[in-house]
């Protein structure tokens, strides 16, 4: 397959190497021409514009910093969209805007061009390894098309949904992960100063029900998905006087909680509302109240 490849940057580096290691015939671009130094060792080919690399290439691929360099390049002057043929794929990497893919989309379309989006995760040494998820919105059966391309980019790929979805689902995780990391490092510090060794904690949380991914892996599904707030793993009262020991325990050390410090003002207002006795993860009640809409798989998975 004839691709093009925009963007060869830590990420898109070396996903279009393992590209063009599966086979595939790759035009590139780069706004740092000596970052395709590798690819054209290679037997890549260089085009100035992603114009020029669209004109040559039956899916091109962008890899970029976010949204305002995809929508340079994509519809900007000498863009993508001025080079590609009716039939073609555009498909973008980048962590971006699922507002302006969806845009992209529409514009993309007008000339008879498909467009999906395909995030990725799993940093530099994922690219390398090939081992990155790729977590695609578009047209299913466009998905279908290109995946042996995208295999050869993470072995992890997975449809999401429609246009855009992809790229939601990269920013929730992303979000997800790093919000996270405040709490685990509210937690450690609390641990570490109160006389816990960083390693020992460390291994007693990987170790727990939390570094096992239990939240992930049965409590959402199970309890969340199904909205059965009344299958007790862990009721919410146990867990709102465990979350309210920790905080006395930071007091008493004198480390400061502000995650931990919101969610027990959370918990005191689900106890309020008379949900102590449901499972812990009757929390959830209260921001799909805020946000206006539940989190149920219909398919009660």
Not at 240 to 259: C, F, I, Q, S, W
Request: charge should be negative; hydrophobic fraction near 45%.
């Amino acid at each position: 397959m004839r691709i093009g490849f925009i963007g060869l940057g830590n990420m898109g580096g070396p996903m279009a190497l393992n590209v063009m290691k599966a086979g595939h015939t790759m035009v590139v671009n780069d706004i740092r021409q000596e970052m395709a130094a590798p690819h054209l060792r290679q037997g890549a080919t260089w085009a100035d514009t992603p114009k020029a690399v669209a004109e040559q290439s039956e899916l091109i691929f962008t890899s970029l910093p976010g949204p305002r360099e995809v929508e340079a390049v994509a519809l900007g002057e000498n863009g993508i969209i001025e080079g590609a043929a009716p039939e073609s794929i555009y498909a973008d990497l980048s962590t971006s805007s699922a507002t302006l893919i969806r845009q992209i989309h529409g514009k993309f379309r007008e000339k008879g061009v498909y467009v999906i989006d395909a995030p990725v995760s799993g940093g530099a040494s994922g690219a390398r390894r090939a081992s990155l998820a790729v977590m695609v919105g578009g047209d299913e059966a466009l998905y279908q098309q290109i995946k042996p391309v995208l295999d050869a980019i993470g072995d992890k790929v997975t449809y999401i949904g429609e246009i855009g979805c992809g790229t939601i689902a990269k920013i929730v995780h992303n979000m997800v992960s790093l919000c996270s990391r405040v709490a685990i490092a509210e937690g450690l510090t609390l641990g570490v100063k109160a006389g816990v060794s960083p390693r020992a904690l460390l291994d007693a949380i990987q170790r727990g029900s939390f570094g096992q991914g239990r939240v992930l892996k049965e409590s959402i599904p199970e309890t969340v998905f199904k909205g059965d707030f009344d299958n007790v793993s862990f009721a919410l009262k146990l867990s709102r006087k465990d979350l309210g020991l920790a905080t006395e325990l930071a007091k008493e050390y004198h480390v400061p909680m502000m995650v931990a410090g919101l969610v027990e003002q959370q918990m005191e207002e689900a106890l309020q509302r008379g949900l102590a006795d449901k499972d812990s993860s009757a929390i959830f009640l209260l921001q799909e109240e805020r946000a206006g809409v539940q989190v149920r798989d219909p398919q009660g998975r």
